[in-house]
């Protein structure tokens, strides 16, 4: 089945892009997926859907997308190459392409000590940047190998960057690299620390990276204090510098919500002014309830339309 990617479509007409996330549940309901869905249709351009994020075992992201596309979402496929060897991801790689999926994010993936099946076997066969050439090598019509396909798939690919990782300079030679091996769009992590996001599209724009791949800076909104000191003290590769919490720390505890969105709604906003930036990606992280609240604040509502 023919179908373009309509996250694509909204960047190559020079959009301020949105995208949005969708956790699968840890059973075999779609109705968390379905609920996700309902907050989400027609407020944002596509959703991720995440590949066992923290290496806990979930409904997966490719049934996952597929209920999206069903409800009229359009679902970004996220895949992890923690779990799968090279065969199993070429395979499935064809199969989101079967059914519609155009959109690819490619993670190597968490590491499944940080997870609920400590003792299970880490693949890795593929790394994430490996992962993006196979997709766009099958796109070119071949495996791997080397062996021709039938019928070659389309993808529109990605992949995510940590900004605020050292060295600051490795960040966007890796960024690049994931370029090369074919990503068009990049999700970044979480973005708190302003001057260090800054410093990171200012290189790459220096080196014309934002003239080959559009980025879309991360968004979390913070729902209180607490949830921003752990952030801070427990997340790897997060960067909440200690004027954040100090800000929402600021307010009574039940206005720290509010004040949480109006942050993220800020940052959105100063994102939408920063040389290089094609969009948003907001991972709510259970909240998806409040992305259309903030997706309006942000003055991104409704979505424009490429009929």
Known sequence: MTQTSRLAGILAAGHFAVTAECGPPQGADPGPVEEHAAHLAGVVDSVNVTDNQTAVVRLSSMASAVILSRLGLEPVLQMVTRDRN???????????????????????????????????????????????????????GRLLDGTELSASPEYFLGAAANPFADPVEFRVIRLAKKIDAGARFIQTQCIYNRSRFEEWIKRAREEGLTEKAYILG??????????????????????????????????????????????????????????????????????????????????????????
């Open 86 to 140: 090279r065969i199993a991801l070429q395979s499935d790689l064809l199969g989101a392409a079967a059914l519609g999926i155009r959109n690819v994010l490619c993670l190597t993936g968490d590491h499944q000590s940080f997870g609920n099946q400590k003792s299970a076997l880490g693949v890795f066969d593929l790394d994430s940047i490996q992962l993006l050439y196979a997709a766009r090598t099958m796109s070119e």
């Open 218 to 307: 991360g968004i979390t909104p913070l729902k209180s204090a607490r949830m921003a000191q752990y952030m801070k003290d427990k997340v790897a590769g997060m960067d909440v510098p200690d004027e954040v919490i100090d800000r929402i720390k600021g307010v009574p505890a039940k206005e720290q919500a509010k004040e949480g969105i109006r942050m993220a709604v800020e940052t959105i906003e100063w994102l939408r002014g920063l040389e290089g930036m094609a969009g948003v990606h907001i991972m709510a992280i259970g909240w998806e309830s409040k992305v259309p609240e903030i997706v309006r604040a942000a003055g991104l509502s409704p979505r424009p339309s490429l009929a």
